[in-house]
């Protein structure tokens, strides 16, 4: 689970305001598989409108919440501006937090969970990506045992939203055009290619505490 004290404003035990994270890398650190100018729109435009509209949201509906998980579960009571927005901050926390310009593999305890549970995971996380309709994410979760699973959601829905979702969420793919179409047009498989290039896999292994 993201720690999350250094990108909220607290007010006394309420959030009142969320922060965009600050990245651990340069926008174009990754040019080599994600693409500056894409980088630019993707964080500072797209984020940042998620960050600024749920913050309205928040102030507008005078939502007193003291975690991103608790906005998240009570989201989907509220304003579809709220629910939407606060979806598209979090899954944008999570996808550029796993970042680096490093090439990793997984390792240990993740490498050994992947191997048990899936046949191939980077292809059936592949083909997840291309059989979602329109657009969403991909996430690999854990049940908050030792049991890993991939699931999809639409739009900019987060697992957390579901009343039955008790895990962690270790991976999360943006299969959104705004992430890809500046380099690869409609060219989703390439970008899921170039996703798994810039994974950090110590972040994802971190995810399982």
């Known amino acids: 689970m993201i720690k999350l004290k250094n990108i ?11 922060k965009r994270p600050e990245l651990k890398y340069k926008l ?8 500056t100018k894409t980088m630019e729109e993707h964080y500072g435009v797209h984020f940042k409108g998620y960050t600024d509209k749920m913050n309205e949201a928040i102030k507008d509906e005078q939502i007193r919440v003291g975690s991103i998980h608790e906005l998240l579960r009570l989201a989907v009571n509220y304003s579809p501006k ?3 927005n606060a979806g598209g901050y979090y899954n944008h926390v999570i996808y550029f937090e796993q970042f ?11 490498k050994y969970l992947l ?4 046949a191939d995971f980077k ?20 049940d908050g045992t030792d ?28 299969v959104w055009e705004h992430a890809y179409y500046l380099k690869h047009q409609a060219d989703r498989k390439a970008h899921i290619k170039d996703f798994f290039a810039v994974i ?3 972040v994802v292994a971190g995810r399982l505490k």
Do not use: C
């Not at 680096?100 to 993740?110: A, F, G, I, R, W």
């Not at 191997?115 to 899936?118: A, D, K």
């Not at 699973?149 to 943006?174: E, H, K, R, V």
């Open 8 to 18: 909220l404003k607290e007010d006394a035990q309420f959030v009142t305001e969320f």
């Open 28 to 35: 174009n650190s990754l040019n080599k598989n994600i693409d």
């Open 82 to 84: 709220l629910k939407n």
């Open 100 to 110: 680096t310009p490093e090439n990793k593999s997984p390792k240990d305890k993740l």
């Open 115 to 118: 191997e048990r549970e899936f």
């Open 123 to 142: 292809e059936e996380f592949t083909q997840a990506g291309l059989d979602l309709f329109g657009s969403g994410w991909v996430w690999l979760v854990s």
């Open 147 to 174: 049991n890993l699973s991939i699931i999809t959601t639409q739009n900019q829905d987060n697992p957390y939203m579901a009343n039955n979702f008790g895990g962690q969420i270790l991976l999360g793919m943006d």
């Open 200 to 202: 950090d896999w110590d």
